[in-house]
């Protein structure tokens, strides 16, 4: 049986979740060959009789792993002869505090401004459900929340400070250093998912952030070029 | 030769360097006793000779090291079967960048707000020297700086929101997971930088940030407990 990364998936095949991204990484980053498979919102819960309410699933030859962290704990221990995804449990406690850190500064500026583009790409049957689940999320309708957004670009740019001074200051290239690791998939996750839905750039071209995205994006043959994205800087 | 840590004291020899805290907790953490030695600003660059312009300078019988990741790789490299700071170099790594994310969202809020507490604090000898060289840094006097400080204790405390989150949505004890470490240290270290000089208490009482500062404070013997401190919440 062959190993399939079941990933969400929106119109021209844009592959939006950054929870999927961060899957699809670990997996690049342990040599390990897989099919991400594109699934609709509202496929997921038909999936394997309804297993997991959310993607990212992996499908290892018939063992099935739902959730990020449980696919990248699943990968370390079931291949532990090939690259590990944390060199230990620092590491792996460090990487969850990286997702705090965009998860508390970063998602919720960007969630409002994303979610009617992220609706618009969606497949038409997945509209309606998307739209009442996030209208719901954010206290208004997809509209107002976008509207006026690009005075919050400032905001946006300022977020991402921390991750802007890891390269100037400490003069690191990748968030785990010299090599790539799970907290750079974290947060490049992070901003696949809004290249590949929003219609408004949101850094500056000479930013070192889009720097270190495109490097990201070099990785493991290409990886993150294997879905249409929008222009990440204006 | 006794092991010293020069470090930074005001009056009632409060001890405000977040870089000393730091380096206070390596040598804590690998089990080595040291003397932490009181200087003021003016005396730094007296010792051996003006080698080091900062603190924290570590004598290590005679060995001498400046600069806190200096002295972090010095005592791995010098003690490598004692404790480790760094399980590898995605951990140090993950440290710089959380230096990166204090120094990007939470030191730019504090600066004004705490310099003129610094200044009130610091020894009669070193007041001038202070007021001068941050007021050049700051582009304004110390007290037009801190001017209207209570109207921005909402921006500091929504920019520890990813320490927050890492305690609560993460349901971690410490950045590094089950056990303090280095980034614990870092991020300790600046809040125990507020608290020996601010007047002004910047969280709340049932914040799970205080929380997990007071376990910090706790470790290695109390170390957090040995400057006077102000209560750093209302």
Redesign the interface.
Known sequence: MPRILHDLACLDDRRPSPYCWRSKYALAHKGLEFEARPQGFLDIPRLYGGAHRTVPILDDDGHLVGDSWAIADYLDARYPDRPRL????????????????????LVPLLMPMLALDIHDHARPEDRAYFRESREKWLGRSLEAAAAGREERLGDVRA?L??????FT??G?Q??????P?Y?DYIAAGLLQWVASVATLPLLERDDPVVAWLERVRDLHGGLGRTSPMYAIAA
């Open positions: 944390f060199e230990g449990p620092a590491e792996r406690a460090l990487c969850r505090f990286t997702e705090a850190w965009l998860f508390g500064s977020a400070n921390p991750l802007r001074l890891n200051v400490q690191q990748y968030i785990t250093g010299d090599r690791g907290a």
